[in-house]
T-cell receptor, first 119, second 113 residues
Framework: DTEVTQTPKHLVMGMTNKKSLKCEQHMGHRAMYWYKQKAKKPPELMFVYSYEKLSINESVPSRFSPECPNSSLLNLHLHALQPEDSALYLC??????????????????FGPGTRLLVL | AQKVTQAQTEISVVEKEDVTLDCVYETRDTTYYLFWYKQPPSGELVFLIRRNSFDEQNEISGRYSWNFQKSTSSFNFTITASQVVDSAVYFCALPDSNYQLIWGAGTKLIIKP
């Protein structure tokens, strides 16, 4: 089963709101990712969790706050977003290669995404 | 530095035609992987193939085939007898050592009925 689920599918929020995006996978993967994708562009990596620990933060503004409560769940907490943060937010998961603990060459499986509109 | 180039921004063909999507990459690694993903209008990125640089044999999966040529640093994707459902943006990607997938710009494929 190569399924990654994301909720909600669509989200509209004001700049003063607090909301959360949720991602879940049951493939036993120990690496999970958040990406942001603007229209007509490839995805941009935001965060990587490996074994439930944050291992990569690609200089993302603090108004985005990731959380990995357990090996199956990944959240992205949103607060005081700007209109330019409107995008498709994608979650992905992958195996973690045991040798060296790296996962960068493993296949990432993506969820359907959350389309976020910030007004 | 790793780089992936998909020079074809958009391709439009009539259903049942064959179509090839180009991917050219740059890497200094001796061992590497290459990926293709499909992104239909719904938005989900669908994994299509992962290819190891040691394996230069062409891959075929139904109507899909991939031609990997290390000599020209290319990993092209061909759809045979295209169908409307193949309409999507297709991305080629190459991992770097920092968890990043280096993505091509994507090729938008339009299959007309």
């Amino acid at each position: 089963d190569t399924e990654v689920t994301q909720t909600p599918k669509h989200l509209v929020m004001g700049m003063t709101n607090k909301k959360s995006l949720k991602c879940e996978q049951h493939m036993g993967h120990r690496a999970m990712y958040w990406y942001k994708q603007k229209a007509k562009k490839p995805p941009e990596l935001m965060f990587v969790y490996s074994y439930e620990k944050l291992s990569i933060n690609e200089s993302v503004p603090s108004r985005f706050s990731p959380e990995c409560p357990n090996s199956s769940l990944l959240n992205l907490h949103l607060h005081a977003l700007q209109p330019e943060d409107s995008a498709l937010y994608l979650c992905a998961s992958s195996q973690v290669r045991l040798a060296g603990g790296s996962s960068y060459q493993e296949t990432q499986y993506f969820g359907p995404g959350t389309r976020l509109l910030v007004l | 530095a790793q780089k992936v180039t998909q020079a074809q921004t958009e391709i439009s063909v009539v259903e049942k035609e064959d179509v090839t999507l180009d991917c050219v990459y740059e890497t200094r690694d001796t061992t590497y992987y290459l990926f293709w993903y499909k992104q239909p209008p719904s938005g989900e990125l669908v994994f299509l193939i992962r290819r190891n640089s040691f394996d230069e044999q062409n891959e075929i999966s139904g109507r899909y085939s991939w031609n990997f040529q290390k000599s020209t640093s290319s990993f092209n994707f061909t759809i045979t007898a295209s169908q409307v459902v193949d309409s999507a943006v297709y991305f080629c990607a190459l991992p770097d050592s920092n968890y990043q997938l280096i993505w091509g710009a994507g090729t938008k494929l339009i299959i007309k009925p």
